[in-house]
């Protein structure tokens, strides 16, 4: 199984500023099978990005996503008040998929 | 618009058995492959199964193995998840989830809680 880490677990920022989360996969995710999951207090989470960086469907440009092999980030450039939440990655390249831990983002 | 609505969670007793179901809608069901994923209580996501687009082939976490089984009728744009011989550790709420074309977890339903108690 791969285990999947996220650093760090908190991120504490100011709305406006730019926020940077990191994933770490124990083995190569190939073809960048990696995905990132943003979900709010008592909702579903909601897909960002597939494929490390590629955006899903209406996610702002603001969010950005890079990496590959076992390393992998998720940047928002310029916080806003909606986007404090728990980011989870996961990757779908080994069954069974797995995801981190997660890392909230919260109000500094 | 894509959607997905989970129902037929609640409680239900250590050992005993309960059927999830997932109504589709809004899209072409028997063309996508489903997943089940779950999250305990204050806790993370964990992809308990999945099941391909035309059933033929089956995932399952090694926590779930031989005791869910996943299922769907394309017929009704239905998924399942039979559950059996639950414990504690099954308490959740359970997550009927399509798998994008382009790749990722890409629609979600609301969820539906399970909680296994005496």
């Known amino acids: ?108 | 618009e894509v959607q997905l609505v989970e129902s037929g969670g609640g409680v239900v007793q250590p050992g005993g058995s309960l059927r999830l179901s997932c109504s589709a809608s809004g899209f072409t069901f028997d063309t996508y492959a489903m997943h089940w994923v779950r999250q305990a209580p204050g806790q993370g996501l964990e992809c308990v199964s999945a099941i391909n687009a035309i059933g033929a082939t089956t995932y399952y976490a090694d926590s779930v193995k031989g005791r869910f089984t996943i299922s769907r009728d394309n017929s009704k744009s239905t998924l399942f998840l039979q559950m059996s011989s639950v414990g504690d550790e099954d308490t959740a709420v359970y997550y009927c989830v399509r798998l994008g074309m382009p790749g990722g977890l890409d629609s979600w339903g609301q969820g539906t809680l399970v909680i296994v108690s005496s």
């Not at chain 1, 990191?22 to 960048?32: D, E, G, K, N, T």
């Not at chain 1, 909606?82 to 983002?105: I, L, S």
Request: charged share 15%.
């Open chain 1, 1 to 108: 199984e791969i285990v999947m880490t996220q650093s760090p677990a908190t991120l504490s920022v100011s709305p406006g500023e730019r926020a940077t989360l990191s994933c770490r996969s124990s083995q190569s995710v190939s073809s960048s099978r990696l995905a990132w999951f943003q979900q709010k207090r008592g909702q579903a989470p909601r897909l960002l990005f597939y494929g490390a960086s590629t955006r899903a469907t209406g996610i702002p440009a603001r969010f950005s996503g890079s990496g590959s092999g076992t390393e992998f980030s998720l940047t928002i450039s310029t916080l806003q008040s909606e986007d404090f939440a728990v980011y989870y990655c996961q990757q779908y390249n080994n069954w069974p998929w797995t995801f981190g831990q997660g890392t909230k983002v919260e109000i500094k």
